[in-house]
């Protein structure tokens, strides 16, 4: 596994996990963050507000791009490419390629180019 520089990953060990596969690369400055703040009408709300927790499950042979951001409660399936600079919210197909923010399918790996 390779981990970059400034890389967070932020998980509690009772309500939520972050699991990683075998030889992942995770780039520079990536945010893995197993836990989500609600969305409110006033700022000064948000600091009484409980934040939620859900589990991050990342497959064996995923490249995770530099500055990615990956939601909470996001599988991500093994042999998949997220590309730099992409906010992932849901989930990720085994074998595909996303990328964007919101991160979308950009390629969808055939069995051959698995192997």
């Known amino acids: ?12 060990p009772k309500p939520a996990k972050i699991v990683i596969g075998r030889c992942c690369t995770i780039g520079h400055n990536a945010h893995i963050r197993a ?5 409110l009408p006033d700022f000064k709300d948000a600091f009484d507000a409980p934040s939620s927790w859900a589990s991050i499950v990342i497959g064996d042979y995923v490249w995770i791009g530099n500055h990615a951001y990956i939601r909470a409660g996001v599988h991500i399936g093994s042999n998949s490419i997220i590309g730099a600079s992409s906010m992932v919210t849901h989930d990720v197909e085994p074998g595909t390629v996303v990328g964007g923010v919101p991160a979308r399918l950009i390629h969808l790996k055939t069995a051959y180019e698995i192997r």
Request: charged residues 20%; glycine residues 6%; proline residues 6%.
């Open 35 to 39: 836990t989500d703040y609600p969305r």
């Open 1 to 12: 596994m390779y981990l970059g520089n400034s890389r967070y990953l932020s998980a509690h």
